[in-house]
C-alpha cells in the first residue's frame, strides 16, 4: 500500500516483530508504532485491518469490545475496519499437533530450524497450544505458548456493535475457503457504498 503512496501506519505490541517489518523493502514509508491499538494517535484513517487472525488473541469480551473501540477512533467517520477470524465450526485445532504441523527450514548463519505445534488444551472457546523451534546444531529448543479464543459469528459480531461499529459483510477467505470469516465492519452507521 505504501509502495501505491498511500500513507500506512503498522501498530504492533511485539517489538521483534516491528523489527522485523523495519527491515523489509519499502518499510521506511510505513509509520511504525510500537504500542497496541490504544496507542495510536489521533487519525482520520479510511481502512484498518488486523491480520493473522489477531482478533483472536482477545481472551475476554471486554479486551476485545476496548481494541475495537480504539481503532473505531482513528478512522474517519465512515472508515473501514477488515479482519478475520477461524470458523471454530472447523475445529482447525484438530491439525494443530507435530505429526500435521511439523516443518525444517535451513537459515543461512544458524543452521536448520526444526519448528512444530502442539494442542495443549481445549476450554470452550478457548484452545491453548506450543510452537516448538528447535535449533538441530546448537541443540537448543525455544518454545512458545499461546491461547486464541474462538468466537462464533454471533459472539463477534455482538462484540462489534458493541464497540460501536456497524455489520457490512461477513464473508470467506479467498485463500482459505471455509476456514474463515472474514468481517468488514464501518464505524459510521449506514451501509458503505
Known sequence: MADRGLEV??????????AVARGKPG???????????????????ELAVMTANVAQ?????????????????ALAPHGLL?????????????????EETFSSTSIDGVGDVEAWCDLLDVQGE??????????????????SDSTLRFRSRESVAACVGAAGFALQKVRGAPDRPGREMVFIVSAGTGRVP
Open 9 to 18: 501506519v503498522g501498530v504492533d505490541p511485539a517489538g521483534a516483530s516491528l
Open 27 to 45: 518499510a521506511e514509508r510505513v509509520r511504525w508504532i510500537h504500542g497496541t491499538a490504544e496507542s495510536l494517535p489521533v487519525l482520520s484513517v
Open 57 to 73: 488473541v482477545f481472551l475476554t469480551d471486554e479486551d476485545f469490545v476496548s481494541t475495537l473501540r480504539a481503532i473505531r477512533r
Open 82 to 98: 477488515v479482519f478475520e477470524v477461524r470458523d471454530p465450526s472447523r475445529r482447525a485445532w484438530l491439525g494443530w499437533n507435530r
Open 126 to 143: 478457548l484452545v491453548s497450544f506450543r510452537w516448538t523451534h528447535h535449533f538441530t546444531g546448537r541443540g537448543e529448543s525455544a518454545t
